[in-house]
């Protein structure tokens, strides 16, 4: 049995079904703060839960956890801090606790993969730079945005816990801006956001300064790694922490590129323009993915531009209704404010306007 927390959410919700058709039985726990799009299947048990207040039976049965639960992106976790570390850092904890203390119950290992962000290499930048370094696994993380803070600090609780307990068994996906198409859809990430711009106003605009750097990965590359990590051997995943990623760009490089494809797809033009006065937080990484390829074979291929199109497509289509900039359930921080207002568990993090 694996246990995905977090699993109706824009990774999720692809990964469990292709879990499913891998013949693996899944337990889902998930808060469904933005709907579930899971359909019904013998093999799958959904839960409705909170990882705060983790019930030690949600893990009978289980031999590995997927761990995609949390507040993600800077500007959730910018609006909400104090919910980002409750549902980033304490509740992660707990997961982990629980998990520990079952594997000693049963004298079993049990595996949990964390999503984290390369984010936490994210350092300042003057964002005029046209090069970005590779950073490993080995370089020094030291995030100042809170939502890439928060992920750190669940990566050590999960190391110190494992570090008491050789049965519990974690291991750390740092994950490029993750891009593609989900049954939970979002348009709040970089590649994901210029295909909704380009489509609905014929604009890409780039925030900010033009240097910034960042990895990337399609959603069915992250599918197909958690899946190929649950037969890694233990000793070849616990305690390790794995950069996944298929290609660094410079903003500014994949919005020509892509208003390009675009045009071309669409017969049209696509503006490129700069807005130099927002404030993109003046952040930049690169990451090196090199370690989880030697380690266990997994390259991520799949490219940026072909993504998009399916995207365009699709807004094309009506897939997300006519007006889907106007949804708040495509944007995190905006489904966020919507709908947690009255929820008791955040009454406290988050602050009512």
């Known amino acids: 049995m694996i246990l995905v927390a977090g699993g109706a959410g824009y990774i999720g919700s692809k990964l469990v079904p292709a879990l499913l058709e891998s013949a693996m039985p899944v337990r889902v726990v998930d808060t469904f703060w933005f709907g579930n799009s899971l359909a019904a299947h013998p093999q799958l048990e959904v839960i409705q839960g909170d990882l705060s207040d983790f019930d030690i039976a949600w893990l009978e049965d289980v031999d590995a956890i997927i761990h995609l639960?949390?507040?993600?992106?800077?500007?959730?976790?910018?609006?909400?801090?104090?919910l980002s570390i409750h549902a980033n850092v304490g509740a992660t904890a707990h997961l982990a606790e629980a998990a520990s203390e079952k594997a000693s119950q049963r004298r079993l290992p049990i595996k949990l993969i964390f999503a984290s962000t390369c984010s936490v290499y994210s350092r300042p930048t003057n964002g005029t730079s046209t090069e970005c370094d590779l950073l490993s696994e080995e370089c020094t993380a030291?995030?100042?945005?809170?939502?890439?803070?928060?992920?750190?600090?669940?990566?050590?609780?999960?190391?110190?816990?494992?570090?008491?307990?050789?049965?519990?068994?974690?291991?750390?996906?740092?994950?490029?801006?993750?891009?593609?198409?989900s049954p939970r859809m979002r348009f709040d990430l970089v590649v994901n956001a210029f295909a909704l711009d380009a489509w609905r106003m014929r604009v890409l605009t780039l925030e900010g300064a033009e240097g910034i750097w960042r990895p990337f990965l399609h959603i069915d590359d992250a599918v197909g790694a958690y899946i190929g990590l649950l037969s890694g051997q233990l000793a070849q995943i616990r305690h390790r922490i794995f950069n996944l990623?298929?290609?660094?760009?410079?903003?500014?490089?994949?919005?020509n590129e892509l208003a390009s494809a675009f045009g071309q797809h669409s017969g049209g033009f696509i503006e490129v323009r700069h807005n130099e006065l927002a404030n993109n937080g003046g952040r930049s990484y690169c990451a090196d993915g090199q370690?989880?390829?030697?380690?266990?074979?997994?390259?991520?291929?799949r490219g940026i531009i072909p993504a998009a199109i399916s995207m365009w497509n699709a807004l094309e289509r009506g897939d997300f209704g006519s007006q889907p900039q106007d949804n708040p359930r495509y944007f995190n921080v905006q489904w966020l404010k919507q709908t947690l207002w009255n929820n008791s568990i955040f009454n406290e993090a988050v602050p009512k306007p």
Do not use: H, Q
């Open 245 to 255: 990623l298929g290609s660094n760009y410079r903003i500014a490089d994949l919005a």
């Open 291 to 301: 370690r989880i390829t030697e380690a266990f074979g997994i390259r991520p291929r």
């Open 69 to 82: 639960a949390g507040i993600s992106n800077d500007v959730s976790s910018e609006f909400a801090p104090e």
């Open 142 to 181: 030291t995030p100042t945005a809170i939502y890439a803070r928060s992920k750190l600090t669940a990566e050590l609780d999960l190391l110190r816990i494992a570090a008491s307990n050789p049965l519990f068994c974690p291991v750390i996906l740092r994950m490029g801006t993750v891009f593609g198409l």
